[in-house]
């Protein structure tokens, strides 16, 4: 009897506490959007119906900058000390983002009697957010369209990937041709970033009569490292999804997939089929991805790419496990995508500056040793590293993260050195004058044997770390892992004897 | 003070609210299934418990046609006019399509005094569905089974793929040999369709005693194509999956993987590492997947497949952005996977019936030339790729619009002229002799420089411009695309060479 | 009128059950961890506080296992008879787990005044769940790293994959280097398990000052042939994984994907596409994966790896359909992995026994012929079929399946006649003396055309045979199906010829 009483006044206390809840949270005094905002939604909620209902239910169209000021430093979302007056009372909607630094943006124009411009850049978003802009400048993915395009090596894979090579089917051979624009911005700059340039506005119709809309080149684009019409590089969106421009998204894994699961960065899938990508699949949809700061095991169960490489990480007691970063390698000794060695982490977001001793613009030299006045010294990598560990340690005893590092270290060694003896296979083609390499000013990417050596260390090397590194074994074994490291090799010692044979 | 008051005061309101809506709603009539239907369950629910679960979870199991005939246009999921009357008062269940039509059924039997059929076909649906039958018979896949295995070429793949061929190592040959027919149902049919043959019944023992059961040949099979006993095309069921034939499930982009993921029609892969798929993997199980109509931003963040393909949109306030279609070219003006240059969608479901100037089953020439008498016009293209736009434009500005298909359109042209090249090879090794192509009275799929060409453009001018059509940039580069495209096309001229050289 | 009285009286009915529900629970007794884990918690709560809160949305932390063994036999999570008394009434913690047996852990270390050993292994988790074991010792994976590591054939594979080779360029050959430790743990041992072995303690600083810790060769590894310090094999947290333990997780597919997804064994790859991986990612999140027994229909609506492989499955009124087996090939007939043949299963878990009449360490003839005296007989084939084919009927009808076993039969029977006709090129190149094979004192795995071979069964024919048994149609057709067998074929035979034509 004690027993049903015990419970029945459990069950009214409960029922006691939420309406006692209700009572003291007060009314809700809904944050407005401002009037600016209000006149642009009048007509695009009917135009883009979809883009509205997407700002709908983001955070911008729920609180204001003033609010989001208010909060613990750990628990803040904006970053800036304070917010210009005339933003801080007023949701951030379309008039916010779109009319904001006016004069920095040669695209502005007349739209229904306001200066729109269509690029929201990072130097817009830094109003609020400058330390993630200020940390996303150290980001090499900021310049992930420079450090392409401006690398001469790099530009004869581009060539080799986008050009529309002429055959001549009489002597049977294959020529390369240059690129087009368009193609390079559907293939590699997809994820690497356009150049968005403005081209002034063109009278079009749409569905409320005739209007003078905006004309770009290199649009539309959200990638990484796009070069934006006001100079500035880089796009927020490719990770905080528009318009809802959610941490949630940014830490889904998902979202990374977007330019980290092909052959040369298969990240994503090898953390599909690891224990961590495991779990996620599993039980991710009962996790907090919303929560600031972050906490392993309360929130999240195992990590996502974004606990490891960028989130603020506390423990449960709010000791800061690791720092909020949007420089993705702030936590990352080396780089094991390796170009064409793993090597320790560029100095500078810009890699467009490295030249290697043989003056190609490469991290490492081709005989594997590393370009090291560009690089990090063994002192950062340490650093880097430990706060990487940091993050392990939230759920893995020191055994098992020395024993995991350990690992991982023979596997970059290994794989280097597989890459090594492929290279040596290489060079003496270019010696022997069997095929043109950088040495003898031909591409490194426009003859068969060249397009073996590429794989060897662009797909199958580059597979065995990442699968090492986020232990999703079978990247590194069958599927693009050693078996295709070897058999490769195989292939190019026999192609390179047929070449000799046929040049006898 | 007034804030609790106000606070409490809401959520009287509140509790107010819900008890009125209960009491508006008045009792609910469960929908009962017929007597015929019990019956059928009586033992079928300890036979084959899944089934059954599956159809009690069903909207067939809940909702007479009668109720489902009231709703307002836009809001019906039966397009019948109106329905026979003794199906109208019960819901849809076992003994209302297992019994449908008896008369067009040869595969009825007698089974424990009901005539039954096994397999349901888009003519018994049609009952209560006519207009879905009816556009799905203007889709290409509806004819799926006859669009491959009455194509002479494709019959060439066909044999290349099933068959079990024999080797003759002494010579060092591969020599093919017909597949067998469960070989091809394993395979090509599997989701093409197979043949399925009612070859009468057979006692056979089971939980319940001795049956006289149905046997089937070209049976189990749920594919689009399929080739029923009733003379029937197709299987509603490919996509609105037994026994719950849900639009839910069919609006899910996981369904399509079923078919469309593999290297020809890289679809759904492309899909998911599309910023579309990003959304959808990252919050699609926040969306209302069942609603009808679909409303973009309101039900869902970012399209499905069937959002763009299939489904009935509407805005917010109810105006129709598309209509439903099962044809799914309804919203394409070409057809991308090329056969093997991408073209106009031809202008017949039934593409059996297309012979290009060289006399061959394709819908362009090898030269590149569209068949175009069996192609749609460029008005009709026109007119469909406004209607898949006007999707776009739930979301997009009419720039970000217009510059995506800018660079599809050059993308399309690129992949095109790639395959032209690689096709200039293959036609060159056919006029020397160094293969026997359709000109020679051979296959197109069985020796080594063939199995690259069909490579060339299955596999890689395919991902290609799937990649660039649904943005999952990847698949354009690395993976199958590019990349793959330009090693290929050397290896094809390498291979000439070799053949050149072995033939001297 | 009488409709409104109803619904309120059904409202108000509503609410009373609840309160009724809530006072007949009774007041919640909440289960406590053991002193010994308390002071366990004291410091990995902050030290670890990922495994720490996973452990306490565990079962283990919210159960005792003196109330887990009340249960209904077919409830019954645990399968001891009974648990020693002094860990039968607090819930299942660190000290429970991490103390047990301390006689039988050669790494068992002083820890705070306690006797810990680090790794738990299937002995410690046999204290409540014997049954699990004994199912699993007779389980191919529990044996999983000596059926690699003690067969002479695998092990050349092994050298192939993870040794690094060198080249000498000049000669243009690739010479094999034998692996090291790590790298044979970073890949082909990270799925069948690491030799752990216990190398004492050391003194290492932690974030709680200096303390002796355990250092272990091999690890860490959490893989299904792990042969722990403690001389047993295996590791539970496989699928039930750490700190969780859950049935739920072991149920999910993503799990059996960390090692069943490459191109040896695609299970999960063609799982996903198939039927049944549509629907359980359209809908598994809303399935009840933790239910014991599993209902189908009810708890779930389309099978996971775990439905048909292992679980103990009821129809709605409680008959068993499949008992529960932690031996995954108790359901199995057929070994459709073919080293390199489909063949009917081993009749032992350790398969470094079997030797074929060639005196190879293989369960089949390099003709195809199955090495029958090592294998299950005719008659256990067929109840293992028949277990199977239970489960398929809870869902599907029984010409349903006959159709289907009908199918997979011919393609087990066409793939092996495929890597049939391989061989026979394969051996005409060692009989020729073109490749050195076992035959001739070589590896298996050191020559391109060796690598082909292997290719052809271990890669395409088992991804078509899988394909076909899992109904994930493109596995079997183009992404490394039937078209790559007929495609690596004719390479095959071409290399030969050119083989042949260098050696003359």
Redesign the interface.
Known sequence: MA??V???L??AISLLAF?LL??????VVAAEPSQATQYCLGCH??????????WQ?SRHARVTPAKALQKDELKRRVSAESVPGDLRNSTVGCAECHTLNPGKHPDTFAHNGKKVH?VVTPEDCAVCHPQEREQFSRNKMSQAYGNLMDNKLYGQLIT????????D??K???EEQAP?R??N????L??HGTRVEYEGTEE?S?KLGPQE????AG??N?AVGRINPDGSKGSCSSCH?RH?YSI??AR?P??C???H????VPA?KVY????H???F???G?EWDLKSVPW????DF?APTCASCHASLLT???G?VIAERTHQMNDRLSERIFGLPYAHPQPQSADTSVIENKAGLPLPTELSGEPASEYLISEKEQEKRRERLQAVC????????TR??F???D??VE?SN??TR??T??M??AWAEGLAQGPGQGGSIAD??LE?LWLEQW??YANSVRFA?AM?G??Y????R???HQ??N???M??K??QL?SMNE
Chains 1, 2, 3 share one sequence.
């Open positions: 027993r049903m015990s419970a029945s459990g069950a309406v209700l009572f003291l949270s007060g009314p909620k009917s135009l883009h119906p979809g883009i509205v209902s997407d239910s269509a080799a990937v986008n050009g529309v090579p002429r055959v089917a009489e049977g051979v294959v087009d368009l193609s911005e559907d293939s590699c997809a994820c079009r749409t809309l905006p004309v770009y649009w539309p959200q999804t809802r949630e998204m889904q998902h979202t997939s977007k330019c699961k092909g052959p040369d994503y599909e089929v690891s224990k990508g495991n779990i699949s599993s039980s949809s906490t392993p095991g309360e169960a423990g449960p007691q000791k340690s939230a759920c893995h005893s020191e055994q098992w024993g995991h350990e690992k991982l023979r596997t290994t050195q597989l003896e492929a040596k296979l060079e003496t003859e068969p397009l662009l797909f090492s232990m074994a079978d590194g074994v069958f599927e892992g050693r078996w070897h058999k090799l195989r292939e010692a026999e390179l004897r000799r």
